[in-house]
Nanobody, 126 residues
Framework: QVQLAESGGGLVQAGGSLRLSCASS????????MGWFRQTPGKEREFVAA????????HYADSVKGRFTISRDNSKNTVYLHMNSLKPEDAGVYYC???????????????????WGQGTQVTVSS
């Protein structure tokens, strides 16, 4: 069982930056592709970014491309989401998710991922 825990959310002004972290308690972390999703009230969870287990291939939603960077450190069982030039529409609860490596990349749908964290809130003030 993979357990994921996000951290790093908070309140930031528009144009600012945040770095989210997602730590896994599972030693087989390197066997999973990782993704970040976000959700706002009344809306479905939407894909933000994904990274292969090797860390050398990433994929982003068009809305965050050029502003967000996903990375991972397999030695620390941690995936990161660096968010720059934040906009009010980036606000929401951010979730990390894990998907076993052999199932194809990138995976953009919520149902593509098996394990989820509890989420961390990001608020962007205008």
């Amino acid at each position: 069982q993979v357990q994921l825990a996000e951290s790093g959310g908070g309140l930031v002004q528009a144009g600012g930056s945040l770095r989210l972290s997602c730590a896994s308690s599972q030693l087989a972390f390197a066997r999973y592709a990782m993704g970040w999703f976000r959700q706002t009230p009344g809306k479905e969870r939407e894909f933000v970014a994904a990274i292969r287990w090797t860390g050398d291939t990433t994929h982003y939603a068009d809305s965050v491309k050029g502003r967000f960077t996903i990375s991972r450190d397999n030695s620390k069982n941690t995936v990161y989401l660096h968010m720059n030039s934040l906009k009010p529409e980036d606000a929401g609860v951010y979730y990390c998710a894990a998907r076993f490596n052999g199932l194809g990349f990138p995976a953009l749908l919520e149902d593509d991922y098996r394990y989820w964290g509890q989420g961390t809130q990001v608020t962007v003030s205008s």
